[in-house]
């Protein structure tokens, strides 16, 4: 597949920088997977507690605690907005496929030259962003009470993300403006990654995400907030962007060049002075990864809006707004970047 092409770039940001890897926690073995599995279940968060998403050196796994600052950082923080709140949508569910889902074709709109091939694993239950919970900051796009998953595929409105992971053989799929209809399933563009290179998008091409970037390894989930800490980087969006990117974002998609905005993949990472003690536990799973690992700007939206899995188990998130914009501070990983001057 052309996303394995560049698969050596994956480690570009990481290894230009020359960061020490996460340390592993010991991950018990992968469950059979014989049938699709939805996010919000205890048994994805058995299979998700033996996932490795993608390799422990890649730039996701990678600890950012102790990089320098970048020289820019507070005018950043200040262009995005240093005294606005941070924010979360619970909108980004994904579904668990086994290692032979049957494969389907998708009938791809806008970005065809920017989507592999399919056909894709897609299943009949696959989760539309924003189902089953009601909380983002595009509210026309909120389930209505008791509206079926069905209807939602075929009549939902917004950017109707659908994650699929086949964690046996290491793919993700993720799909922007998916549609169920009479005819099949149909999308804005398709963005296949492998979970085991890490490899990066083809350079310019864009994803679900305006950054080109995979959205599931950046989505906080239940299973890591229940063991105490997100063990990964995480994504976020900004009203303004620079029309520039950073590995190993892919993409950029902004008319703006004032170098107070963010490219698209610039990193974030909460203070370390920041205490985080009187906050609830799955509260401070995030903040603690928040820390180590930082953030990605992934889109245009929202000021300081995270992504979190929409699952009822997760707890206390609405503490998360406590914290500001100038709370953060803009990290220099030493990864390569791409800017139109």
Known sequence: MRVDR??????????AAGFAVAGERVRPPMPKITAPVMFDTPEADKI????QVFPPDNAWNQDI??????ANSKAIVAGIGADKPLGFNLDMGFILVPPDQKRVDVKLLDYPAESEPGPYPVPDNAPIENWPLTRNEDVKSLPKPGQTLEDIQRNGTGDRHIIIVDPVNGFLSEFWQAKKTDAGWQASNAAVFNLKTGALRPERWTSGDAAGLPIFPAVVRFDECERGMVEHAMRF?????????VLPATHWASPHKDPNYPRMGER????????????????????KGLKKYGMFVADNGSEWLMSIAPDRRLQGLESLTKVKGSDFEVVETGARSVEDK
């Not at 605690?65 to 970048?70: E, T």
């Not at 009203?239 to 520039?244: E, H, L, V």
Request: aromatic share 8%.
């Open 268 to 287: 974030f990472r909460l203070r370390q002075d920041f205490d985080v003690t009187a906050f609830p536990p799955h509260a401070q799973a995030v903040l």
């Open 237 to 245: 969006t900004v009203r303004r962007s620079r029309r520039g990117y």
């Open 6 to 15: 560049i698969a050596g770039l994956a480690l570009v940001a990481a290894g």
């Open 65 to 70: 605690s102790k990089l320098p600052v970048h």
């Open 48 to 51: 998700l507690s033996a996932m």
